[in-house]
């Protein structure tokens, strides 16, 4: 099956630094990805979507400057929270797409929890 | 607009019993639904998905769902739940169109499992 890895599941930083999470689609290429944040107790909400050798589309009211997206391979992404502040603590999930034949379908990450402090 | 509607924030089931959890959806054009399951700081496995056909799917897990469009409503159905079965239940809804494109979730509904 289809396995998507995000790195690191969990990650503590102070306030001001910036981190770097990896999304990776182990056995097979995307060339779009999508970067999803959720709160406590709540629903997923799309942040950005990452699309291979081009700019990410960002979602109306997610700072680009902010939550930086890199997808520079066809099974790596990467979202870099800059100067990070703890409003920012939340879930943050990947999903990559992939196709097979004519069928197309979204895969999730397991998710990295991010805690500024 | 589009959007996804889950009712429901918490259910609480006994174990053996059956379970409905509800889903309905706006969207404006032909919609691809999904449900989700989240363990507690988990991501997502997908239990099942509808786009075409029958309108009954089944999913992993001993899960179903019923389409109904005159309803817009998915509804997630088990006949008898599991300790295992506890955990944060997601309904979305993506693009026919782009396939796999951004997904459109509900709030979630959590569920809980008596002994």
């Known amino acids: 099956g289809a396995v998507v890895s995000q790195h690191p599941s969990r990650v503590i930083c102070k306030s001001g630094t910036s981190v770097k999470i990896e999304c990776r689609s182990l056995?097979?290429?995307?060339?779009?990805m999508f970067w999803y944040r959720q709160f406590p107790k709540q629903s997923l909400m799309l942040m950005a979507t990452?699309?291979?050798?081009?700019?990410?589309?960002?979602e109306q009211g997610v700072e680009k400057d902010k939550f930086l997206i890199n997808h520079a391979s066809l099974t790596l992404s990467t979202l870099t929270v800059t100067s990070a502040h703890p409003e920012d603590s939340s879930f943050y999930i990947c999903?990559?797409?992939?196709?097979?034949?004519?069928?197309?379908?979204?895969?999730f990450g397991q998710g990295t929890r991010l805690t500024v402090v | 607009a589009q959007s996804v509607t889950q009712p429901d924030i918490h259910i609480t089931v006994s174990e053996g019993a059956s379970l409905e959890l509800r889903c309905n959806y706006s969207?404006?054009?032909?919609?691809?639904l999904f449900w989700y399951v989240q363990s507690p700081g988990q991501g997502l496995q997908l239990l099942l998905k509808?786009?075409?056909?029958?309108?009954l799917v089944q999913g992993i897990k001993g899960f179903e769902a019923e389409f109904k469009r005159s309803q817009s409503s998915f509804n997630l159905r088990k006949p008898s739940v599991h300790w295992s079965d506890a955990a944060e239940y997601f309904c979305?809804?993506?693009?026919?169109?782009?396939?796999?494109?951004?997904?459109?979730f509900g709030q979630g509904t959590e569920l809980s499992v008596k002994p």
């Open positions: 999903s990559a797409r992939r196709s097979v034949g004519a069928t197309t379908e979204a895969f």
């Open positions: 056995d097979f290429q995307a060339t779009t």
């Open positions: 990452s699309n291979e050798g081009s700019k990410a589309t960002y």
């Open positions: 969207y404006g054009a032909t919609p691809y």
């Open positions: 509808y786009f075409s056909g029958d309108t």
């Open positions: 979305a809804v993506g693009p026919l169109y782009n396939q796999g494109g951004k997904l459109i």
